[in-house]
């Protein structure tokens, strides 16, 4: 379990945004593990196996939800980093159009 949650954490980057939906296919290992561990207890396996179908089903579950997830974050980290790179060139254009209006000022006033 504490694997599936260090991807998870890694995923949740800045970084690994971009592999939230790659990530969705570790979903099917454990549903594989799951499903193999139901048709045994439907053979007459020992009850503790119920355990690991949820430890599967749980981690999948999380691996399919961090897919949309990551999309939307990583959709919100992108625009946040282009409002300010167009707020840095701005600034920038405003302070050039101080300097050339500064530098016409003094070339006047001379």
């Known amino acids: 379990m504490k694997n599936a949650n260090i991807a998870l954490d890694a995923i949740r980057t800045r970084r690994g945004l971009k592999w939230g939906v790659p990530a969705m296919l570790l979903a099917l290992p454990y549903l594989l593990a799951a499903s193999i561990c139901t048709s045994l207890i439907a ?13 599967g089903v749980w981690n999948a579950i999380k691996f399919i939800i961090m897919g949309p997830v990551s999309l939307v974050l990583l959709v919100r980290v992108r625009v946040r ?13 405003t302070a050039d159009e ?5 530098d016409l000022l003094v070339g006047a006033s001379q």
């Open 98 to 102: 101080s300097a050339d209006a500064l």
């Open 43 to 55: 053979d007459g396996g020992p009850g503790w196996l119920n355990l690991i179908v949820l430890w």
């Open 81 to 93: 980093e282009a409002v300010a790179r167009r707020r840095g060139r701005t600034k920038q254009a």
